[in-house]
């Protein structure tokens, strides 16, 4: 059973930075489109970015201009770095494949939480 691990979340002041990690047993993370998602309170989860194996990236609009996603050479693990975060970025991200580029998907892990006051 692959295992997905998200790390980093943390309590941070409007205006912060936060760097996230996901990793996955079993090389999971090789050769897929990789996204973090993220579910606040009371709402459905949304995909917040994507990478592909070329490093191609994708944003949500929210996300544009103040997040980056990027992935190890080795594709073991893959990082969201989140600057000038917002109360609104408060939520749980999970990290798992972009759903929209790919039909295989991972067992979702426990999220990290990223809370932002204000």
């Known amino acids: 059973q692959v295992q997905v691990v998200e790390s980093g979340g943390g309590l941070v002041q409007s205006g912060g930075s936060l760097r996230l990690s996901c990793t996955a047993s079993?090389?999971?993370?090789?050769?897929?489109?990789v996204g973090w998602y993220r579910q606040p309170p009371g709402k459905q989860r949304e995909l917040v970015t994507s990478?592909?194996?070329?490093?191609?990236?994708y944003y949500a609009a929210s996300a544009a201009g103040r997040f980056t996603i990027s992935r190890d050479n080795a594709e073991t693990t893959v990082y969201l770095q989140m600057n000038d975060l917002k109360p609104e970025d408060t939520a749980v991200y999970y990290c798992?494949?972009?759903?929209?580029?790919?039909?295989?998907?991972?067992?979702w892990g426990q999220g990290t939480q990223v809370t932002v006051s204000s």
């Open positions: 990478i592909t194996t070329g490093g191609g990236t």
């Open positions: 079993g090389g999971a993370l090789r050769n897929i489109v």
């Open positions: 798992n494949t972009d759903r929209r580029l790919e039909s295989s998907t991972l067992p």
